[in-house]
């Protein structure tokens, strides 16, 4: 079984400013995807990124950008010129590749909170 | 893009009362369909993969009597919370993830609250 772990319960910085959040994993698979999702208070699952474990490539998507270490399982991501609309939680997650049966496995999250 | 409905987004009922909550796709028909608990301040946890036309599978410690899991049609997933105790009271989530795009993660319903009093 895998295992997500995100290791800052908090995390706060000033809006404009960058911020990463950390994401570690444990898995015994070779071929899989990771996402950061975004839950705002609303409770919304929101998909900030993916990215796809045989891609060597770190994933982007306008001011969010993962930086993805396959050999040393980590996941991290990185928010550039943060808005005070990116205050949320964040959770990483992992999901096998395997046929489309599985379901994700998120992190404990990390709360974000942009301070104006 | 693929849209996900859940419904009731927020239901309250009395102790020993069973409680049906729907997850439609909506623009695609998905085989397999997932449902997550999420109590306050923690992490979603995925409960059961729900399988059109067979059985749910359930992860260990979910119980299957009572978190009963019904997969009759392509587009709709019902998750039956029965004899619902305040120990139920969460935060119920399901996706579905469409066939034709495997490599796209799971499309989230926006959940509902159940409140058990």
């Known amino acids: 079984a895998q295992t997500v772990t995100q290791s800052q319960p908090e995390m706060s910085v000033q809006e404009a400013e960058t911020v990463t959040l950390s994401c570690t994993y444990d898995?015994?698979?070779?071929?899989?995807?990771l996402f950061w999702y975004k839950q705002p208070p609303s409770r919304q699952m929101i998909l900030v990124i993916r990215q796809e474990a045989y891609k060597q490539q770190n994933a982007t998507e306008n001011r969010f950008s993962v930086n993805f270490q396959k050999a040393a399982k980590s996941f991290s991501l990185k928010i550039s010129d943060s808005q005070l609309g990116d205050t949320a939680m964040y959770f990483c997650?992992?999901?096998?590749?395997?046929?489309?049966?599985?379901?994700?496995?998120f992190g404990k999250g990390t709360h974000l909170i942009i301070q104006p | 893009g693929a849209v996900v409905s859940q419904h009731p987004s927020w239901v309250i009922c009395k102790s020993g009362t069973s409680v049906k909550i729907e997850c439609r796709s909506l623009?695609?028909?998905?085989?397999?369909m997932f449902w997550y608990r999420q109590f306050p301040k923690q992490s979603l946890m995925l409960m059961a993969t729900?399988?059109?036309?067979?059985?749910?599978?359930?992860e260990q410690g979910v119980e299957k009597d009572k978190f009963l899991i019904n997969h009759a049609s392509l587009t709709l997933s019902t998750l039956t919370v029965t004899s619902a105790h305040p120990e139920d009271s969460s935060f119920y989530i399901c996706s579905a993830r469409d066939p034709d795009t495997f490599s796209q993660p799971q499309h989230f319903g926006d959940g509902t609250r159940l409140s058990i009093l």
């Open positions: 898995t015994s698979e070779s071929n899989y995807y």
């Open positions: 623009d695609f028909q998905a085989t397999t």
């Open positions: 997650a992992f999901m096998d590749s395997g046929g489309g049966a599985d379901g994700l496995t």
């Open positions: 729900s399988n059109e036309g067979s059985k749910a599978t359930y």
